[in-house]
């Protein structure tokens, strides 16, 4: 087949890839309200006019594909620009591969097969079997990069995890006598409380728990204003995935009056606890509302893996899977999720400040590594500023 004169090194022309874009901005409206689904996205096009769209837009709700099918009268010859393979399996909803050959679009477009067991494949064969051209891989790299944390979740069934530190300019979280209030400044601390509310929960180590005694919820104006039926406010940007505090502690356990253990009746909060925490102990957390969960293993990297497989499944209290998990420190908490190779997105906060000395810690504690060959790549995704504190976001 004649390569198209615009086309990407796939062989995709430079429509397709435009369109599959377009799919791809309207997929990321969902982000933070469909997990643990995918963000999805959905374009049908005929003689190159858009002619219907739609995205998933929230857990449970309509396919992006229904969306788009619903927001056209009639669909018959249109190419479909879909982020996502259309599942082929009935779920919450009908399969979408089979709306799609009801309405009689001509050819499909993907940019990335679906993994999970239940799809993988079988939506594009299924579309193949009913006439319809599908092309797969469009704006490939862009689309994985939405769906990375649906990805991971899938593949490996633990949730995506986000590394959120800030640190002075010369790289110190705190100075040498653990005084770390406040490096950034509000802007830049207001989009920590945005990305809070976008994540399933947050990761604290006792340390900090012991040091700040955090309240670790999503404080904006907006989720202030939101308030349950009974009275509560709520902690995240969904009602039904309320934001997690989630408590890593080997051996030392969260006092019963610290702000977490005082508010967890209201607040889900969580604790990964190491094997040699007695039952009783666990039974007084449990009194107060603390979910507790108890690791077979001491090892600190052994038990971020068998965390993070029980919370990525819908074993976890909540009852459903996690896609998104936020580590806010400290040092040896998330130390331990480096060494694990668990760290999958880093949220650098810096300020115009240096402090200096060697005893002042930097964002990831013991163990580190000791060659640079060893060093996980990290790809720069995102660069902001917040007044005189900037962000920096980098991907596995
Ligand atoms: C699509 N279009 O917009 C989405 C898809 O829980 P359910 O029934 O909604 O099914 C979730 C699964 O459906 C999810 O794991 C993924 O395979 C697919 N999501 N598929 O064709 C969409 N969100
Ligand atoms: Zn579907």
């Known amino acids: 087949m004649p390569?198209?004169?615009?086309?990407?090194?796939?062989?995709?022309?430079?429509?397709?890839?435009?369109?599959?874009?377009?799919?791809?901005?309207?997929?990321?409206?969902?982000?933070?309200?469909?997990?643990?689904?995918?963000?999805?996205g959905c374009?049908?096009?005929?003689?190159?006019?858009?002619?219907?769209?739609?995205?998933?837009?929230?857990?449970?709700?309509?396919?992006?594909?229904?969306?788009?099918?619903?927001?056209?009268?009639?669909?018959?010859g249109a190419t479909a620009y879909v982020t996502l393979e259309p599942?082929?399996?009935?779920?919450?909803?009908?399969?979408?591969?089979?709306?799609?050959?009801?309405?009689?679009?001509?050819r499909v477009i993907v940019s990335v097969v679906d993994p999970f067991e239940q799809v993988d494949g079988g939506g594009i064969k299924r579309l193949r079997a009913a006439g319809i051209e599908v092309i797969t891989g469009v704006a490939k790299q862009a689309g994985e990069e939405l769906l990375a944390a649906y990805l991971k979740r899938v593949r490996t069934g633990m949730p995506w995890v986000i590394a959120?530190?800030?640190?002075?300019?010369?790289?110190?979280?705190?100075?040498?006598?653990?005084?770390?209030?406040?490096?950034?400044?509000?802007?830049?601390?207001?989009?920590?409380?945005?990305?809070?509310?976008?994540?399933?929960?947050?990761?604290?180590?006792?340390?900090?728990?012991?040091?700040?005694?955090?309240?670790?919820?999503?404080?904006?104006?907006?989720?202030?204003?939101?308030?349950?039926?009974?009275?509560?406010?709520?902690?995240?940007?969904s009602e039904s995935r309320p934001l997690v505090r989630l408590v890593y502690s080997r051996r030392r356990l969260p006092d019963l009056n610290s702000q977490l253990v005082q508010t967890a009746s209201e607040t889900p909060t969580w604790l990964v606890a190491g094997p040699e925490i007695s039952n009783a102990d666990l039974a007084k957390l449990a009194d107060h509302d603390v979910e507790t969960w108890q690791c077979e293993s001491a090892d600190p990297v052994e038990m971020i893996r068998q965390s993070?497989?029980?919370?990525?499944?819908?074993?976890?209290?909540?009852g459903l899977a996690m896609t998104h998990l936020m580590v806010e420190g400290g040092s040896q908490l998330l130390g331990s999720f480096a060494a694990a190779g668990q760290i999958d997105e880093v949220h650098a906060f810096i300020a115009g400040k240096c402090i200096g000395g060697s005893l002042a810690p930097g964002p990831l504690g013991d163990p580190g590594i000791e060659n640079l060959?060893?060093?996980?790549?990290?790809?720069?995704?995102?660069?902001?500023?917040?007044?005189?504190?900037?962000?920096?976001?980098?991907r596995r």
Request: net charge negative; with cysteine.
């Open 164 to 237: 959120k530190w800030a640190m002075s300019l010369d790289g110190r979280i705190a100075t040498k006598t653990g005084e770390s209030k406040w490096i950034t400044g509000p802007a830049a601390r207001n989009a920590v409380h945005e990305l809070r509310a976008s994540a399933d929960a947050i990761a604290v180590c006792m340390g900090s728990v012991v040091a700040d005694n955090p309240l670790l919820t999503v404080r904006l104006p907006e989720f202030v204003r939101a308030q349950t039926d009974d009275g509560k406010t709520t902690n995240s940007a």
């Open 308 to 318: 993070l497989l029980w919370l990525g499944s819908n074993d976890n209290p909540r």
């Open 373 to 394: 060959a060893d060093a996980t790549p990290l790809r720069i995704s995102r660069m902001d500023s917040f007044n005189n504190d900037v962000r920096l976001i980098y």
């Open 87 to 106: 599942c082929c399996h009935h779920g919450k909803t009908p399969p979408c591969a089979d709306a799609l050959i009801r309405a009689g679009v001509a």
């Open 43 to 76: 374009v049908l096009v005929r003689d190159s006019v858009c002619i219907g769209k739609g995205f998933h837009q929230r857990f449970g709700g309509p396919h992006a594909e229904v969306e788009a099918l619903s927001d056209c009268a009639d669909a018959a």
């Open 3 to 40: 390569k198209h004169r615009d086309a990407d090194a796939d062989g995709h022309s430079a429509d397709d890839i435009r369109w599959m874009t377009e799919a791809l901005e309207l997929a990321s409206h969902g982000r933070g309200k469909v997990e643990p689904n995918p963000p999805v």
